[in-house]
């Protein structure tokens, strides 16, 4: 099993621009469904490997903080996708995902939400406005450096 994290922005973005913030070395590979597809493996160095596409028509949804449902609808989308080992012995897969999303928040003004294995809701950001969700089971205080206010 792996543990993901996704990286929603609003907003039809040119991929390569959100690869220079979150994943510089990044190289165009096949999609499934035919979207451009920018990816690469980096494990060994920074914990995880990441995926950037877009779409048309999104639909997401996720537990907020106390169990709520939260929906969010982006008529155009980017989404980076990190995806690291659930046993990562060396614990740099999540502080270095943070890093990386703490780089494309700060250069990028879109909205953005931020969700865990496509259930928990952890960051969101509407009209500037950026929140932080389910503190008590996943985030560090350490990240508040990190992640832009």
Do not use: C
């Not at 792996?2 to 070395?25: C, M």
């Not at 995806?83 to 703490?102: E, F, I, L």
């Not at 909205?111 to 259930?119: E, H, K, Q, S, T």
């Amino acid at each position: 099993m792996a543990i993901e994290y996704r990286l929603t922005l609003a907003g039809d973005i040119p991929l390569e621009q959100v690869a220079a913030l979150a994943a510089p070395n990044a190289t165009e590979a096949s999609s499934p469904a035919g979207n451009r597809l920018l990816s690469v493996n980096l494990d060994e160095e920074r914990g995880y490997s990441v995926s950037i596409t877009s779409g048309r028509h999104g639909y997401y949804d996720a537990e907020d903080d106390g169990g709520a449902a939260w929906e969010w609808k982006p008529d155009k989308y980017v989404d980076v996708n990190f995806r690291m080992r659930k046993n990562d012995p060396s614990g740099k897969g999540t502080p270095n995902m943070v890093s990386a999303v703490g780089k494309v928040l700060a250069g990028r003004p879109e909205d953005a939400a931020l969700v865990l294995d496509g259930n928990y809701l952890l960051l969101t950001r509407v009209n500037g406005i950026l929140r932080k969700h389910n503190l008590a089971t996943w985030y560090d205080e350490d990240y508040d450096n990190i992640l832009p206010e």
